[in-house]
């Protein structure tokens, strides 16, 4: 695995756990937390990073085409 994906695992692990523990230690958000929220929010957090990778991944591909077309010409 390259450095670009241990990055991207870490930051969506992090974030996911953060972000539910913030939730959880909301007092007043405790009370309408259930496994089946935090399942949606859990599964919402890593589609959500899995599309910022895919976009990111996407803009360096091309950035990589077009820096390697300029330098062909």
């Known amino acids: 695995m390259s450095q670009s994906h241990h990055t991207a695992i870490f930051t969506t692990v992090f974030g996911l756990i953060g972000g539910l523990g913030k939730a959880i230690s909301q007092k007043a958000v405790l009370w309408g937390v259930t496994l089946s929220g935090m399942s949606s929010v859990a599964t919402y ?27 062909g010409e």
């Open 45 to 71: 957090a890593a589609l959500s990073a899995m599309v910022g990778y895919l976009v990111k991944y996407g803009m360096d591909y091309l950035a990589n085409r077009v820096t390697n077309r300029k330098d």
